[in-house]
């Protein structure tokens, strides 16, 4: 639930509740579709990870940017 409020804002008591409606049916998809327990942690484990990463890749990092300028650089005699 936390991971879902991270990444879908709700602005509103109802959107809260749409929220745990979706981590609900979330966890049902994957409960369905699991064939173990550890399967099923795995899984939501998975999703979890693949939300995080989604979106620190849409957001720019300005380190990368610095580096990708600085290495069109010719390199400094040592």
């Known amino acids: 639930m936390d991971t879902l409020k991270r990444h ?3 602005s509103s008591p109802e959107g809260l509740n749409e ?4 981590a609900g ?3 049902e998809k994957i409960y369905t579709s ?5 399967d ?3 899984k939501i484990s998975l999703k979890m990870l ?11 990092n ?7 300028s600085r290495s069109n650089e010719p390199p400094h005699p040592a």
């Open 25 to 27: 049916r979330f966890e």
């Open 50 to 60: 693949s939300m995080e990463s989604s979106s620190q890749n849409a957001m720019p």
């Open 62 to 68: 300005p380190l990368q940017s610095n580096n990708a």
């Open 8 to 10: 879908l804002p709700f």
């Open 40 to 42: 099923f942690c795995r």
């Open 19 to 22: 929220l745990k409606n979706m």
């Open 34 to 38: 699991a064939t173990s327990q550890s």
